[in-house]
């Protein structure tokens, strides 16, 4: 294909796309809709899976010891510890430290900076490899002689999990249904075109104009719808992130929760925006014109 035909495939493909304004405004409108919940839903199911990776790294299973164990007696419990399954490390903390921790996260309360370290108990900080077996994980943990007490924060991180995965399995039908949804839309819209040039395309191949020559306009209107749907999509996924991210960040109560800034995905996401749009538009016009080329 030469420069020439290029040039004319795209000018007839782009002619194609105005042709029916009003349709590829809705063909574009609904492409836009279904790449922006593919996306929200995607982003939402990787920062759930970002959080909880942090979770698994930074959770800890806080572990008290007996009251009636001495310091060097509770110090002896970290090789027992360490020995139960799915626990990365175990941290001895004394009733000193503990206290003086205490007293760091108030600063401003006179009442907690006096505090007699009697009223805490030795602990261990236990780091778990794999957080989804918490559950199992503190119960064991809690079996340990000497142990009194387990605090594993069970709900926090099953709440992290149960986000993940719905908005995974959320993000996988709605990539396959709107995708077919679509294709179905471009193919319509652009069929609308083939069926106005109808006869134009049968004295072209009655002339003997081969099917690719047909074909190629409406495989660039199909790409231009496909790309702009994408470009629009992307910019306002962008708008869209940027205003949650920043509603997060500014609310007390989701302070747990950090946000991937988007500067970090973007590349990840206009790419896969845009090979979708292409994908979904080339493969709507090649539809709609196969039926057009058997005759």
């Known amino acids: 294909m030469g420069k020439h035909d290029f040039g ?17 405004f809705a063909a ?16 939402v199911a990787v920062n759930a899976n970002a959080l909880l990776q942090d979770l698994e790294q930074e959770n800890e299973i806080l572990a008290y010891v007996d009251d ?24 001895f903390i ?11 996260q108030y600063p401003d309360e006179s009442l ?34 000497g142990i009194a007490k387990v605090n594993a924060y069970e709900e926090i991180a099953g709440g992290f999990i149960t986000v993940r995965n719905v908005a995974t399995v959320v993000c996988v039908a709605l990539i396959a249904i ?22 134009e395309i049968a004295i072209m191949r009655m002339v003997g104009a081969t099917n690719g020559f047909i074909r190629w306009p409406f495989v660039y209107e199909g790409f231009l719808l496909g790309f ?3 470009a629009i999509a992307f910019f306002l ?30 590349p990840a996401v206009a790419g896969i925006f845009a090979a979708a749009g292409i994908v979904i538009g080339v493969g709507g016009s090649l539809s709609a014109i196969r039926k057009f080329l058997q005759v």
């Not at 193919?187 to 040039?197: A, E, P, Q, V």
């Open 8 to 24: 004319y495939f795209f000018h007839e493909g782009l002619s194609n796309m105005f042709s029916h304004g009003f349709m590829s």
């Open 28 to 43: 574009i409108g609904i492409t836009v809709a279904c790449l922006l919940i593919m996306g929200t839903f995607t982003l």
């Open 68 to 91: 009636s164990y001495t310091e060097e007696q509770a110090k002896a419990l970290q090789s027992k510890l360490e020995a139960v399954p799915n626990v990365a490390s175990a941290k």
């Open 94 to 104: 004394s009733k000193e430290e503990a206290m003086e921790s205490f007293a760091e």
């Open 112 to 145: 907690f900076q006096d505090l007699d370290p009697e009223i805490f108990r030795d602990r261990f900080a236990i780091k778990i490899t794999d957080l989804h077996q918490l559950s199992q994980t503190a119960e064991q943990v809690k079996a340990v002689s």
């Open 178 to 199: 709107l995708f077919v949804v679509s294709v179905f839309i471009i193919s319509n819209t652009i069929k609308l075109t083939t069926f106005d040039r109808r006869e």
């Open 228 to 230: 702009l749907s994408a």
């Open 237 to 266: 996924q962008w708008g869209l992130y940027a205003a949650v991210a920043q509603g997060v960040d500014t609310n007390d109560t989701l302070q747990l929760i950090h946000i991937i800034p988007f500067q970090q995905l973007w």
